[in-house]
């Protein structure tokens, strides 16, 4: 699994990246957070707001950044 | 009856000291205004994500309604600065004119619900929606222009060739019981977010109340002034602010004399331009196209101001 985390670097997106990685962590699972500044790509992903949480390229959270449960469970229910 | 009333007797009997009291009474008011309102747009939000206004606009021709649609959308959306590249380039890509894109822009820092808020219980109804009218205003005539100018050779030339993938957002069913505990977490923890910068806002703002005296600001700028409000929004226009720290500011700034429209030049142009704005969107728009953007948008606002000071008393 890819998990990627698109902002433009500004403090918020910058928060979203370190919890996801926390998130990662706490649930022990095997996979690379990505940070993704590019302006194209994130555009190209067809999102507008920012931060971005994807996985496998696909946007599964935008314009805001939840607390570290909610991505634990956005992350869990994409695995499977 | 005033429905804050009771607020006013809190602060009453915490402390005699104006400023201090003057804080106690808005913050309260403010907060509690703020969660109500954040609740609410959480739920617009989940329902109207702007991927979807986007899409709405992209839908058809729309003969000019377009602007007034491109600037109402910018009031609903809530906006953060490093949203503004994604947006801009996502708008174009959809197939919506430049001169809409920019309307949303334009009006998008101006009005959000906090703003709204805080305008009410610090202004009172009537200013709010006459503020709200002249930031969609705004918005309309400064795309309108814009795009009669014919710009579009002037948007960096790698924006035009962006194609993005049609990827809508996993639609998230869920119950409405479960939603209804959703939005309250989401509206709570954007309330939040932007706690500290209303209390940093009213707190200055009770520092003036308290501590300068009333009409301080009369014998250096009046509405006879007639370059009051050019300078007022020209200072403004390199300086950034959130719109929910300046408010309460200039609000105590109004009340020890200072125009209201000369203040709310300055305002727009502390919150709608700013030089971070300019630098951010340096990066999808040619020069010539940025100097007008800002130019005519900085014309508008001082027009705006010039407005209030002659109409609204």
Same mark, same amino acid.
């Given at each position: 699994m890819q998990i990627q985390v698109l902002g433009s670097g500004c403090p918020t997106c910058k928060k979203l990246f370190e919890r996801t990685k926390q998130a990662v962590q706490g649930l022990g699972i095997s996979a690379e957070v990505e940070y993704i500044t590019d302006i194209q790509r994130i555009v190209e992903m067809g999102?507008?707001?920012? @931060?971005v949480l994807a996985i496998d390229g696909k @946007?599964?959270?935008?314009g805001f950044v939840p607390d570290i449960e909610k991505i634990k469970s956005l992350l869990s229910a994409g695995k499977c | 009856m005033d429905i804050f009333y009771p607020i006013k007797l809190l602060a009453d009997w915490l402390t005699p000291n104006v400023a201090l009291n003057f804080f106690i009474y808005d913050a309260v008011k403010i907060m509690l205004l703020l969660l109500v309102i954040n609740y609410f747009m959480a739920i617009i939000r989940y329902y109207l994500p702007v991927e979807k206004l986007r899409d709405f606009l992209a839908s058809r021709k729309w003969y000019g309604v377009d602007y007034l649609l491109g600037s109402f959308f910018g009031t609903i959306t809530p906006f953060c600065s490093c949203s503004s590249i994604p947006l801009f380039i996502g708008f174009l890509e959809a197939g919506i004119p430049l001169g809409v894109t920019l309307s949303f822009l334009i009006t998008s820092p101006l009005v959000n619900q906090v703003a709204v808020v805080l305008f009410a219980g610090l202004f009172g109804w009537k200013i709010t929606i006459l503020y709200v009218m002249a930031a969609v205003l705004l918005g309309v005539v400064g795309g309108f222009i814009l795009s009669k100018l014919k710009?579009?050779?002037?948007?960096?030339?790698?924006v035009w060739q962006i194609k993005s993938q049609? /990827?809508?957002?996993?639609?998230?069913?869920?119950?409405f019981v479960k939603l209804i505990k959703f939005f309250w977490i989401e509206g709570w923890s954007f309330t939040k977010k932007i706690t500290p910068y209303v209390l940093l806002g009213i707190g200055v703002g009770a520092l003036i109340h308290g501590y300068i005296p009333a009409g301080f600001f009369e014998k250096y700028i009046t509405?006879? /002034?007639?370059f009051a409000v050019p300078i007022a929004a020209i200072v403004g226009v390199p300086m950034y602010a959130n719109a929910v720290g300046v408010i309460p500011i200039m609000r105590s700034l109004v009340e020890k004399g200072v125009p209201l429209g000369t203040a709310m030049a300055f305002m727009m142009a502390v919150v709608g331009l700013s030089l971070p704005a300019a630098l951010i969107l340096k990066r999808v728009m040619k020069i010539k196209l940025l100097v007008y953007f800002f130019g005519i948008t900085t014309i508008n606002i001082i027009i705006i101001g010039y407005l209030f000071n002659a109409f609204v008393k």
């Amino acid at each position: 699994m890819q998990i990627q985390v698109l902002g433009s670097g500004c403090p918020t997106c910058k928060k979203l990246f370190e919890r996801t990685k926390q998130a990662v962590q706490g649930l022990g699972i095997s996979a690379e957070v990505e940070y993704i500044t590019d302006i194209q790509r994130i555009v190209e992903m067809g999102v507008m707001q920012m @931060p971005v949480l994807a996985i496998d390229g696909k @946007p599964i959270l935008t314009g805001f950044v939840p607390d570290i449960e909610k991505i634990k469970s956005l992350l869990s229910a994409g695995k499977c | 009856m005033d429905i804050f009333y009771p607020i006013k007797l809190l602060a009453d009997w915490l402390t005699p000291n104006v400023a201090l009291n003057f804080f106690i009474y808005d913050a309260v008011k403010i907060m509690l205004l703020l969660l109500v309102i954040n609740y609410f747009m959480a739920i617009i939000r989940y329902y109207l994500p702007v991927e979807k206004l986007r899409d709405f606009l992209a839908s058809r021709k729309w003969y000019g309604v377009d602007y007034l649609l491109g600037s109402f959308f910018g009031t609903i959306t809530p906006f953060c600065s490093c949203s503004s590249i994604p947006l801009f380039i996502g708008f174009l890509e959809a197939g919506i004119p430049l001169g809409v894109t920019l309307s949303f822009l334009i009006t998008s820092p101006l009005v959000n619900q906090v703003a709204v808020v805080l305008f009410a219980g610090l202004f009172g109804w009537k200013i709010t929606i006459l503020y709200v009218m002249a930031a969609v205003l705004l918005g309309v005539v400064g795309g309108f222009i814009l795009s009669k100018l014919k710009l579009e050779k002037y948007v960096a030339d790698y924006v035009w060739q962006i194609k993005s993938q049609k /990827n809508a957002i996993i639609d998230k069913k869920e119950p409405f019981v479960k939603l209804i505990k959703f939005f309250w977490i989401e509206g709570w923890s954007f309330t939040k977010k932007i706690t500290p910068y209303v209390l940093l806002g009213i707190g200055v703002g009770a520092l003036i109340h308290g501590y300068i005296p009333a009409g301080f600001f009369e014998k250096y700028i009046t509405a006879e /002034n007639f370059f009051a409000v050019p300078i007022a929004a020209i200072v403004g226009v390199p300086m950034y602010a959130n719109a929910v720290g300046v408010i309460p500011i200039m609000r105590s700034l109004v009340e020890k004399g200072v125009p209201l429209g000369t203040a709310m030049a300055f305002m727009m142009a502390v919150v709608g331009l700013s030089l971070p704005a300019a630098l951010i969107l340096k990066r999808v728009m040619k020069i010539k196209l940025l100097v007008y953007f800002f130019g005519i948008t900085t014309i508008n606002i001082i027009i705006i101001g010039y407005l209030f000071n002659a109409f609204v008393k």
